[in-house]
């Protein structure tokens, strides 16, 4: 497979491992975008948008990229702190009285560390689109453990979560602070809640053969992923599922964004190159400082380190070094940035694979391999 698009001279071995990925992987359509230094060095599609059609790929192409979204949702939070409107460590009750539960605060979420990875109650996919009766769910909910004494992933229940103090500070949702104050200034291609009028541009996804099936529904994993069966997972072309409008169009803020290659990049390379950077360094800094890792709640290290809200460099999820820090999604989809080395690098891809996809970690090698 050709692709389309460029890269400079320096980095042509991203676009040599771009090609390899299509050969050596079940690869249908994917992206590819790399920032040095403020300047786009890569920015390369390939392959298929929509397998019905047979739409190709192009720059302007997005995708769901799952939990992507975190960025979005922990870049606007950290843009908050900046400006001085939120302390991470003081008790998210403090900006959301109803919520209670003083012990949590925001940093424990975006740790992952607050004993909410879940709801007890059971809500529709209409109550979910509805927001407020997520918050009632969240308010009532009791931790699963003490919080800040282990760790859970927190899938949706994170950008609810983070998503109402957003509201509760700006009077906008995640989704709409999130454009107000940083995707429309910057022209970014990545929304929580897609606009309609951009859904015939979006790519559709496709599993992978021999993907292994979830656990069963009762299992906490599960239920993280589904809230309790709510939504489906990945059930792309069923009603609910990641291919469906009706979900893409609502705010799902932990796992819902829908982005372009170029959109997440550049959303990265606004926090690490340039002088108009959107965190300073001491904002970083301390994003940057690990909060959870080894063994959580379920009792096993898969051998992630986050810091609040973003991976840390890892064997897990390997970047450029310990300045570097992003979030994957589900689908196979990357986003990290790297202040130290100024690079700020996004791959998306339709085809769904799982467990062992290698294709985002061959372009980030590569793109090591250039530095």
């Given at each position: 497979?050709?692709?389309?698009?460029?890269?400079?001279?320096?980095?042509?071995?991203?676009?040599?491992?771009?090609?390899?990925?299509?050969?050596?992987?079940?690869?249908?359509?994917?992206?590819?975008?790399?920032?040095a230094?403020g300047?786009?060095?890569?920015?390369?599609?390939?392959?298929?948008?929509?397998?019905?059609?047979g739409?190709?790929?192009?720059?302007?192409?997005?995708?769901?990229?799952?939990?992507?979204?975190?960025?979005?949702?922990?870049?606007?939070?950290?843009?908050?702190?900046?400006?001085?409107r939120l302390?991470?460590?003081?008790?998210?009750?403090?900006y959301?009285?109803?919520?209670?539960?003083?012990?949590?605060?925001?940093?424990?979420?975006?740790?992952?560390?607050?004993?909410?990875?879940v709801?007890?109650?059971?809500l529709?996919?209409?109550?979910?689109?509805?927001?407020?009766p997520?918050?009632?769910?969240?308010?009532?909910?009791?931790?699963?453990?003490?919080?800040?004494?282990?760790?859970?992933?927190?899938?949706?229940?994170?950008?609810?979560?983070?998503?109402?103090?957003?509201?509760?500070?700006?009077?906008?949702?995640?989704?709409?602070?999130?454009?107000?104050?940083?995707?429309e200034?910057?022209?970014?291609?990545?929304?929580?809640?897609?606009?309609?009028?951009?859904?015939?541009?979006?790519?559709?996804?496709?599993?992978?053969?021999?993907?292994?099936?979830?656990?069963?529904?009762?299992?906490?994993?599960?239920?993280?992923?589904?809230?309790?069966?709510?939504?489906?997972?990945?059930?792309?072309?069923?009603?609910?599922?990641?291919?469906?409008?009706a979900?893409?169009?609502?705010?799902?803020?932990?796992?819902?964004?829908?982005?372009?290659?170029?959109?997440?990049?550049?959303?990265?390379?606004?926090?690490?190159?340039?002088?108009d950077?959107?965190?300073?360094?001491?904002?970083?800094?301390?994003?940057?400082?690990?909060?959870?890792?080894g063994?959580?709640?379920?009792?096993?290290?898969?051998?992630?380190?986050?810091?609040?809200g973003f991976?840390?460099d890892?064997?897990?999820?390997?970047?450029?070094?310990?300045?570097?820090?992003?979030?994957?999604?589900?689908?196979?989809?990357?986003?990290?940035?790297?202040?130290?080395?100024?690079?700020?690098?996004?791959?998306?891809?339709n085809?769904?694979?799982?467990?062992?996809?290698?294709?985002?970690?061959?372009?980030?090698?590569?793109?090591?391999?250039c530095?």
């Open positions: 497979m050709r692709p389309s698009g460029y890269a400079d001279e320096r980095f042509g071995p991203v676009a040599d491992a771009f090609a390899r990925n299509f050969d050596d992987f079940p690869e249908l359509g994917a992206a590819v975008a790399v920032y230094g300047r786009k060095v890569v920015d390369l599609t390939g392959g298929i948008a929509d397998e019905a059609t739409r190709p790929w192009t720059s302007e192409t997005v995708v769901p990229v799952f939990s992507c979204a975190k960025a979005l949702v922990s870049l606007s939070i950290h843009l908050l702190v900046e400006q001085g302390d991470l460590d003081a008790p998210v009750a403090a959301w009285p109803e919520f209670g539960k003083e012990s949590i605060t925001s940093r424990m979420v975006l740790g992952h560390r607050a004993g909410l990875p709801l007890d109650r059971t529709s996919f209409d109550e979910i689109a509805a927001w407020t997520v918050v009632h769910a969240i308010e009532e909910q009791e931790p699963l453990w003490e919080p800040g004494t282990t760790y859970e992933y927190h899938g949706h229940v994170f950008g609810f979560l983070l998503g109402e103090v957003i509201r509760r500070i700006t009077g906008l949702t995640p989704g709409q602070y999130f454009r107000k104050a940083i995707g200034p910057l022209g970014l291609r990545a929304w929580i809640g897609l606009p309609a009028d951009e859904l015939d541009d979006r790519a559709r996804l496709l599993e992978a053969e021999g993907r292994p099936p979830m656990p069963p529904p009762e299992h906490l994993l599960t239920r993280i992923v589904t809230m309790n069966g709510a939504l489906n997972f990945p059930g792309l072309d069923e009603p609910h599922g990641w291919n469906d409008p979900l893409l169009t609502i705010e799902l803020p932990g796992a819902g964004a829908v982005a372009s290659a170029d959109g997440l990049a550049g959303l990265f390379t606004t926090t690490v190159s340039g002088k950077r959107l965190l300073s360094p001491a904002t970083l800094t301390d994003a940057l400082t690990e909060v959870s890792s063994k959580g709640y379920l009792g096993f290290d898969v051998g992630a380190r986050w810091g609040s991976l840390l890892s064997p897990f999820r390997p970047m450029l070094g310990a300045r570097s820090f992003g979030n994957d999604g589900a689908g196979g989809q990357f986003a990290f940035g790297d202040d130290e080395h100024g690079v700020a690098f996004a791959y998306v891809a085809r769904m694979i799982g467990h062992g996809d290698a294709r985002a970690s061959n372009l980030v090698t590569a793109v090591r391999d530095l």
